[in-house]
């Protein structure tokens, strides 16, 4: 049975109800009233709080939002999450082209990043935190990055091992959760480094986090080398070294490979949700058109949100990183914003900032978000033009120290275990002496 409504709820509170029209391909939200008179804006930019109001968004780019309103398809898996219901689809006998946006709302249910649940769930799964056992998933994720039509036709045959299929319903359970391009899981993690599935609260001593495989994709649109977690985990320290709020990170070792982890910032050590929207939904930005938003936009839209002056300067904190870091890879759902169950509105911790860059790339050969009308070639003067974007700032003493931080990538990259070559490339693209203008 195709199932074509789901309700949302937040903190265990109606919010209302979604309804997937299959003609039309579009998804209608409309709050329910008792939320209404709660007060709580879950997007206050695009759905206000209104009786009687049933909202649809047409013309939104169904590429980025799949039909549904932007503040819910902010919770859809992305490109390895929806790989794993594909496969999960075909196990079951299911075509993927019949399974609507709503069902992967579903199927993701109360597993979703940030605070926002789905009922009912399809295929709710494990309720309990279990070992997870790394070596395994690390392999099947590697499977179906590397050739997802054959893992898929080999699962949906039976061909699979007892043990296979049990790693398989573990990964279903903890990788489709998050999104972004690269595989991910969602696990706990206890201080000695003891991992278990995190898609339901964690057991006592373990915390939240976000795991990133260390796979092969091959040829990446990324640009990403084999070993990109020990960049990324060297990129971290320099962010914190920059002043930006980013949450505790660690890699893990397993064989040859090092896999990033990051705390996650949509869960409290209790294991409580935060409510959480990127940029792209909450503008109804176009996150797959690089250059069709830019940082000013941005500051705008904080405005909007009416975050604290911290929360400006923070942003403008990671825009310098970006342009000095190379991470060219700043789109618009690689920022977001969290509010807790009060109502209060703050810039989420960083997240997936790391060096970015491939000449060829039409996606990462330059900047996703514009700076003073730019996307490359960026001088002092962009940097300090956009600043004014905060009243009675002064830029220096943050570009100063965003500049000081990446200076010391050669040191924190090679205690990662980057190889040396890759320090130096990446080293060459770093922008530490932009012209004046």
């Known amino acids: 049975m195709v199932a074509n409504t789901a309700r949302v709820s937040l903190w265990g509170n109606p919010v209302g109800a979604l309804v997937w029209d299959d003609e039309k391909r579009i998804g209608s939200f409309e709050y329910f009233p008792e939320f209404i008179g709660g007060g709580l804006e879950i997007a206050p930019l695009t759905m206000p709080l209104s009786a009687g109001t049933i909202y649809t968004f047409p013309g939104l780019n169904p590429d980025v939002y799949k039909g549904l309103p932007a503040c819910l398809s902010d919770s859809l898996p992305d490109d390895f999450g929806n790989a794993l219901i594909d496969a999960w689809l075909a196990r079951e006998g299911r075509d993927k082209a019949s399974f609507s946006p709503v069902e992967r709302l579903l199927y993701t249910g109360h597993r979703a990043m940030g605070a926002l649940e789905y009922d009912p769930a399809i295929n709710g799964g494990s309720r309990q935190s279990v070992p997870v056992e790394l070596e395994s998933l690390v392999k099947l994720a590697g499977e179906v990055l590397s050739d997802r039509e054959s893992f898929t036709a080999r699962l949906s045959g039976g061909s699979t091992s007892p043990q296979e299929r ?45 795991l990133k495989f260390d796979v092969d994709k091959g040829a990446s649109s990324l640009g990403d080398p084999l070993g990109f977690g020990r960049i990324e985990y060297a990129y971290s320290e320099l962010v914190k070294l920059a002043g930006i709020d980013m949450t505790e990170c660690r890699l893990i070792q397993e064989n040859e490979r090092a896999h990033f982890c990051t705390r996650r910032f949509d869960r409290t050590d209790e294991g409580e949700k935060f409510h959480v929207q990127t940029l792209c939904a909450l503008a109804h930005a176009d996150f797959t058109k690089p250059g069709a938003f830019s940082y000013e936009e941005g500051f705008q839209v904080l405005r909007r949100l009416k975050l604290a002056r911290a929360d400006a300067i923070e942003f403008y ?63 002092l003067a962009d940097l300090r033009e956009v600043a004014k974007q905060i009243g009675r700032f002064n830029p220096e003493p943050v570009i100063e120290q965003v500049r000081e931080a990446i200076k010391l990538w050669p040191e924190h990259a090679a205690a990662a275990g980057v190889r040396e070559e890759v320090i130096f490339g990446i080293s060459r693209t770093q922008l530490l002496d932009l012209k004046a203008r």
């Open 166 to 210: 049990d790693a398989m319903h573990r990964l279903f359970q903890i990788g489709t959760s998050a999104g972004g391009a690269r595989p991910k899981a969602v696990i706990a993690m206890n201080e000695r480094g003891d991992i278990r599935s995190g898609q339901v609260p964690a057991p006592e001593g373990f915390t939240h986090w976000l």
């Open 317 to 379: 904190r990671r825009m310098v990183f970006n342009v000095m870091g190379c991470n060219n890879d700043d789109h618009t759902k690689n920022f977001s914003a969290s509010m807790d169950q009060t109502g209060e509105w703050v810039l989420s911790p960083a997240y997936d900032v790391a060096w970015s860059y491939r000449a060829d790339s039409p996606w990462v050969s330059s900047h996703q978000m514009s700076i003073n009308g730019k996307r490359e070639g960026f001088t």
